[in-house]
């Protein structure tokens, strides 16, 4: 894949797999810690978020990055009050920190405070636009639990959980 190319999974309709596109991300992100490496219990959440990105179609640039976590709570049963907790629990939320620390390590911080502070304002419109089409969802993509969609196609995900009104 060339530097310029966007990943396989980005593509709204992208056939590969949920695991071939996990693949493909750690591929894509060689200096990303590969939560499949280390311990489960405190892997799971950065596995999940890792996963996220696939389902979601997003990359990791800042635009999809800060896209990714409210789609997150509003299209899966990971919710905000999920996230809260999480960042409280000693087990867990050293893997979050572990995330930032990644993308500190990949652009350093000023690059990262900077990007927020510039692509919030765009992102703004979509979120709003996000956050209506999500009212009334009754079908929640598993966040914790995505290891039954490992096999079957993004496509086929995305069409049940009613994502592609989300995905560029």
């Not at 979050?96 to 990262?112: C, R, S, T």
């Not at 919030?120 to 290891?147: C, D, G, T």
Request: aromatic share 14%; with cysteine.
């Amino acid at each position: 894949m060339s530097q310029h190319s966007r990943p396989l999974y980005t593509n709204r309709n992208s056939t590969q797999t949920l695991r071939q596109g996990l693949e493909e991300y750690y591929v894509v992100n060689p200096n990303f810690t590969d939560p499949r490496k280390l311990p489960p219990e405190f892997a799971k959440i950065l596995l999940a978020h890792d996963v996220s990105h696939i389902v979601y179609g997003c990359d990791t640039g800042m635009y999809d990055e800060l896209k990714i976590l409210p789609l997150t709570w509003w299209t899966s049963n990971y919710k905000f009050r999920d996230h809260l907790r999480t960042l409280k629990d000693p087990i867990i939320s050293p893997a979050i920190k572990l995330m930032y620390n990644d993308l500190i390590k990949e652009h350093g911080v000023i690059w990262l405070y900077t990007s927020i502070f510039f692509v919030l304002p765009q992102l703004l419109p979509e979120l709003i636009s996000m956050w209506r089409k999500s009212r009334q969802r009754e079908r929640f993509v598993p966040f914790l639990e995505f290891e039954p969609l490992l096999d079957r196609s993004l496509l086929e995900i995305r069409q049940e959980f009613d994502l592609l009104p989300f995905i560029r």
